[in-house]
């Protein structure tokens, strides 16, 4: 069970210190500085574990083309997390309309209509699309590191809807793809390990939507998709997610025309760390006064001071 007053004092905790900085909206908080550099120094201990993989790096905005959203049947998997831009079209009319209506707190979005974009869902999904065709031999991979959303709201800290995700993307075939998917399972443990959080391992499913989705998740499970680490954060008996390695099998391969060399439709595999959430886990774990961290995570995360 989780302990709401356990993880009120721990949100109230962090408000405190000025490590986040509540917005009045749920799952939106601020970030700090000390947070902030948390994330930073975290997401640079994995570009240096990484360095010899040589992934191409790429950076995309946190909002992606529509027809992704389309193209992956996100919608028939995921419609309540789906997070879409809408902007006004309209004349001059409808905007006296829509200004009105916006400042009764009344209904406006119905006046707006739908943009070419929607919020990225996984900052893997904008890097799919640029693959299309034939991959070389040895398959692609590929790192990113970008704001996503998710329309989760929550009172649970670690339950954002808006959050950073350290992605790496394997792309290849099937013997390429799940032993670097599972590679990744041992390493994302060894980093979380050094940094002395009490990380384990666990096979894992997506929460898809409705009642159909319950048998996707199951078949999820079954067939070892989807595994995940976890770390104690705002519960001691249900630890919260702080990575995940998906085998996509040829979903994202069929979507966007992926091939490898041999013309078969290519694998997928990605492997993503949830910044905030380890960053959550580094400060309850450890405390608040990061001062206070263990010399050998200190060392890791800060190793020039
Ligand atoms: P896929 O590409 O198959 O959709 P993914 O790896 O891109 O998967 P998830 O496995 O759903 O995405 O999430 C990756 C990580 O993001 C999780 O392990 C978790 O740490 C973090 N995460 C997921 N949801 C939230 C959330 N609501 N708030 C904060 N962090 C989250
Ligand atoms: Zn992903």
Redesign the pocket.
Known sequence: MKDDAEYKEFYEGMVEKGLIIPTGVK?TFGRGKLFEEVVQCFNDLVTRIAENDNADVCFFPPVIDRKIMEKVHYLETFPHLCGSVHSFFGSERDARQLAEEAEKGGKWGDLLEQTDVVLSP???YPVYPTLTGTVPADGRLVTVFNWVY?H?PSDEP???QS?R?R?FIRIGTPEQVVPWRDMWLQRGLDILHSLKLPATSDVAS?PFFGRGGKMRSISQRDQKF?F?VLIPVISTTEPT????F?Y?HNHFGTAFDIFTEDGQIAHTA?????M??VAMALFKTHGLDHSKWPAEVRDLLWPNT
Do not use: I, P, Q
């Not at 997610?241 to 995940?244: D, E």
């Open positions: 799952g996984a900052a893997c998710r989760e670690t339950r954002l959050f995700m992605e997506d989807k995940e997610a702080v990575c995940s998906n996509h990605c492997m993503g760390f949830g905030e959430r």
